[in-house]
């Protein structure tokens, strides 16, 4: 064998090496293995009967195969297997929305999909939250300082007794109108000077443009952004502006017609199960404040024997 035949055959070596190891990985990590073994849990518990597909065919195990969940999420079946087994590879949201569908997930589950898959949760899809979750509007009641639970909206779903001590009662306005951010900036504050009030808005709407960003096709979003554009030239202004923050609230400072000045810092959470709801917590930050709400505990009334 000449040198000449010995350098064609050596290319066509390393060729065939560098194809194969472009090829997605092996299992690489804890959470990939929990991936593989979730869909197959997923996969095995669904009758192939329920969506149409013949029993006849002979099966080494229960619910769909692979090749069932490839061909009805629209993808190859090798591709699917390759994702069953762990193995490290991009994957769209649209891909993984059509398995979800296919394996017939719950929200939980199709989070946990997500997660496991794009180490993040999914986008939040569908309209925004309408009503309070009985648990979120249990644990509120149970608070001891002013609390409720808004949508991604900002429209306030829920909202404890002292909330409607210290700040407004929502009850008596209509539920159209129970938005926070149009009273903030549609209405006139009475007890938030100019100042203040740009302030305070600064910071709300920063944390507004990462919300309209996961609910920007919601109509009812797009609907409130012309609201608060045509009803407040403040708004029109801070919202073309570049900023953005994750946390908005901080201490708020008020004047308060029966208690003065009084100052809570406010602090928002996600509930578990609930990407849609943010709980808002006020706690006393001044010695007024903590006045305040020691008295209103106290003015309880009990129920007649």
């Given at each position: ?15 065939r ?11 690489r ?40 969940v ?21 994957v ?43 648990d ?57 000077n ?23 096709d919601?109509?009812?979003f ?8 045509n ?17 908005p ?57």
């Amino acid at each position: 064998m000449n040198s000449v035949e010995t350098e064609r055959r050596t290319p066509r070596r390393v060729t065939r090496k560098t194809d194969s190891s472009s090829a997605p990985k092996r299992l690489r990590s804890p959470v990939d293995q929990q991936r593989a073994e979730f869909l197959r849990r997923c996969r095995a518990r669904i009758d192939p009967a329920e969506l149409g597909l013949p029993r006849s065919r002979i099966r080494r195990t229960e619910g769909l195969r692979r090749e069932d969940v490839a061909s009805l999420s629209g993808v190859s079946a090798c591709w699917y297997a390759w994702l069953e087994q762990g193995r490290d590879m991009r994957v769209s949201d649209d891909v993984l929305e059509r398995l979800s569908q296919t394996l017939r997930l719950s929200e939980d589950e199709r989070i946990y999909l997500f997660s496991l898959v794009q180490h993040r949760a999914p986008r939040v899809r569908g309209d925004a939250q309408e009503e309070a979750p009985a648990d979120v509007i249990r644990l509120i009641n149970a608070l001891s300082v002013p609390a409720i639970a808004m949508n991604l909206r900002w429209d306030v779903l829920a909202w404890n007794r002292l909330n409607s001590k210290i700040y407004r009662d929502y009850a008596a306005m209509p539920v159209e109108e129970r938005n926070l951010l149009e009273i903030l900036l549609a209405q006139p504050v009475r007890h938030l000077n100019p100042k203040a009030l740009e302030s305070t808005a600064r910071r709300l709407i920063a944390r507004l443009r990462f919300d309209y960003s996961k609910h920007a096709d919601d109509p009812k979003f797009e609907a409130l952004i012309r609201r608060l554009s045509n009803r407040s030239a403040l708004f029109r202004r801070l919202w073309r502006m570049p900023e953005f923050t994750l946390r908005p609230f901080g201490i708020h400072r008020f004047t308060h017609p029966k208690w003065g000045e009084l100052a809570f810092e406010h602090t928002s959470c996600t509930p578990d199960g609930y990407p849609h709801i943010r709980m808002v917590i006020c706690t006393p930050e001044n010695a007024a404040a903590r006045a305040a709400i020691a008295h209103l505990d106290s003015d309880v009334l009990v129920p007649a024997t």
